[in-house]
């Protein structure tokens, strides 16, 4: 089946620090890649949305310029959350989709982000 | 925009019981709705998938079904395990929007007890 990777799956820093994620499709090309937010029992929220060699699309309320994403290939998604804040501390889940496939998207194991 | 509402929020029962986890939408003009099990800490894992088209879909002790005229899905677990326990998530796929894009629910947290 199709998997997806995140890296790494959790990471401390300090603030204003900035932390690189990356998520990949490990064996199949993925057109569409989504970048989640989880806040403790709350649900996942779409931050951007993002195809391999185009701007990412960007949530209403989501700021592009502190949550960069970069699409460079069909199997590597990454974001950086730039100067992170504690309030930045969240479980951020990438999924990819499937080229051919409308509507299905394969979920990453999450990268749990803590801001001291 | 599509607002994904899940009842009940939390779930306590003993082992054996039948269970029926209860999703609701705001607009019906869906793709597809999807069912996830979310473990503490963890990511998603896709248990069942109904296209716009699909009344129900199952999957061993597992039955969805969907009503999309009156905007509601349910997710039947039959002879629950202690196993099963873990956060269950209803996502809307929206046709009119992005391409995959998925609304989420906050899910209903279900524990099973021996």
């Known amino acids: 089946g199709a998997v997806v990777s995140q890296h790494p799956s959790w990471v401390i820093c300090k603030s204003g620090t900035s932390v690189k994620i990356e998520c990949r499709s490990l064996d199949f090309q993925a057109t569409t890649m989504f970048w989640y937010r989880q806040f403790p029992k709350q649900s996942l929220m779409l931050m951007a949305t993002?195809?391999?060699?185009?701007?990412?699309?960007?949530e209403q309320g989501v700021e592009k310029d502190k949550f960069l994403i970069n699409h460079a290939s069909l199997t590597l998604s990454t974001l950086t959350v730039t100067s992170a804040h504690p309030e930045d501390s969240s479980f951020y889940i990438c999924?990819?989709?499937?080229?051919?496939?409308?509507?299905?998207?394969?979920f990453g194991p999450g990268t749990r982000l803590l801001v001291l | 925009k599509q607002e994904v509402t899940q009842i009940p929020a939390a779930l306590s029962v003993p082992e054996g019981e039948n269970l029926v986890l209860n999703c609701s939408f705001t607009d019906s003009a869906i793709y597809n709705l999807q069912w996830f099990r979310q473990d503490p800490g963890k990511g998603l894992t896709s248990l069942l998938l109904?296209?716009?088209?699909?009344r129900e879909q199952t999957s061993g002790r597992l039955n969805a079904s969907l009503d999309k005229s009156s905007g509601r899905s349910t997710l039947y677990i039959a002879a629950s395990q202690p196993g099963d326990s873990a956060t269950y998530l209803c996502a809307v796929g929206d046709r009119g929007s992005t391409l995959g894009r998925l609304y989420f629910g906050r899910g209903t947290q279900l524990t099973v007890w021996p």
């Open positions: 999924s990819a989709g499937l080229a051919g496939a409308l509507g299905t998207q394969y």
């Open positions: 109904i296209q716009s088209s699909q």
């Open positions: 993002s195809n391999e060699g185009s701007k990412a699309t960007y």
